[in-house]
């Protein structure tokens, strides 16, 4: 029976995490572009979903930049976690 790293199970399971908030954001971001109307049911479950996403990233970023401002800086960051995460999964398997 193969015993597997706790630390390799638990980088692969940050490394998920950080991948669902990058196709999560990304599909809010293209929501977001596509759909004008500001009272759009998909619009608010993006927002919903993303909003404990973005809220690190909004201490950040300066408190008048818009909404879509955060998005893409939050994107940006989850994107370059995923990919330190995948290159941490190289070396700890």
Do not use: E
Not at 17 to 24: G, T
Not at 71 to 81: H, M
């Amino acid at each position: 029976m193969d015993v597997i790293d706790p630390l390799a199970r638990i980088v692969f399971l940050l490394r998920f995490l950080c991948f669902m908030a990058v196709v999560y954001l990304a599909l809010h971001a293209i929501v977001c572009r596509l759909i004008s109307k500001s009272d759009s049911k998909l619009i608010w479950f993006f927002s919903v979903v993303t909003d404990p996403l973005t809220r690190p990233v909004r201490s950040w970023v300066r408190r008048d930049a818009p909404a879509s401002r955060v998005l893409l800086v939050a994107l940006v960051v989850y994107v370059a976690l995923w990919i330190c995460l995948v290159a941490a999964g190289r070396f700890v398997n």
